[in-house]
């Protein structure tokens, strides 16, 4: 089973960027499917975006052309790039690893098998 742990979470200014890293460890790496969710004080866990084995990605409506996820299998490690953050971003945001050669619905937590204990995102207006 793939393991998974997040790096690169911090304060930044609306407006600025951060990356995210989940660092993933597992022979199946390669063709499991990879998602990161968000959650905010006081709300559910939601998604944010997604990137299968195939390199086919999702997103959000909400991070949009904000947002960009990628994987390095080389590295065992998906990104998440945010740029133009806003304070409704902010949230504790989590990786997550799905099953390998997965074609099913991404969107839900209930896709995921592993996931990361969270690295939080702060963005100040």
């Known amino acids: 089973q793939v393991q998974v742990v997040e790096s690169g979470g911090g304060l930044v200014q609306a407006g600025g960027s951060l990356r995210l890293s989940c660092a993933a460890s597992?022979?199946?790496?390669?063709?499991?499917?990879m998602g990161w969710f968000r959650q905010a004080p006081g709300k559910e866990r939601e998604f944010v975006s997604a990137?299968?084995?195939?390199?086919?990605?999702y997103y959000a409506d909400s991070v949009k052309g904000r947002f960009t996820i990628s994987r390095d299998n080389a590295k065992n490690t998906v990104y998440l790039q945010m740029n133009s953050l806003r304070p409704e971003d902010t949230a504790v945001y989590y990786c997550?690893?799905?099953?390998?050669?997965?074609?099913?619905?991404?969107?839900?937590?209930?896709?995921?098998?592993?996931w990361g204990q969270g690295t939080q995102v702060t963005v100040s207006s």
């Open positions: 997550a690893a799905g099953p390998t050669l997965f074609s099913g619905n991404l969107y839900s937590t209930s896709a995921y098998g592993s």
């Open positions: 597992g022979r199946t790496f390669t063709t499991n499917a």
């Open positions: 990137i299968r084995w195939s390199g086919s990605t």
